[in-house]
């Protein structure tokens, strides 16, 4: 099984390395994968250790979330994270 940037950084973020977590959300972010942005939108809606919470970031983020496609996804397919 390959493991996907926003998988690994999901890894990282429940592992408490969020400076990592974020490093590999914004390369998957900028790269254009919408889940990537809406995690990173939440990761600074609420920041952490290492991470600090910015509601500008975090809208950016959701608002490029929203631009993908992913947010409407995610809102039509209630199954989607269950794959």
Not at 24 to 52: D, R, S
Request: aromatic fraction near 10%; charge should be negative.
């Amino acid at each position: 099984m390959e493991i996907n940037l926003v998988q690994l950084a999901m890894m990282q973020w429940e592992a408490g390395n969020l400076l990592s977590a974020e490093e590999l959300l914004l390369k998957a972010a900028e790269a254009g994968i919408g889940h990537a942005a809406h995690n990173l939108g939440t990761l600074y809606a609420i920041g952490g250790p290492g991470v600090e919470a910015d509601l500008a970031k975090s809208r950016y983020w959701y608002e490029k979330a929203l631009a993908s496609g992913f947010e409407e996804t995610v809102a039509s397919n209630p199954t989607w994270f269950k794959k």
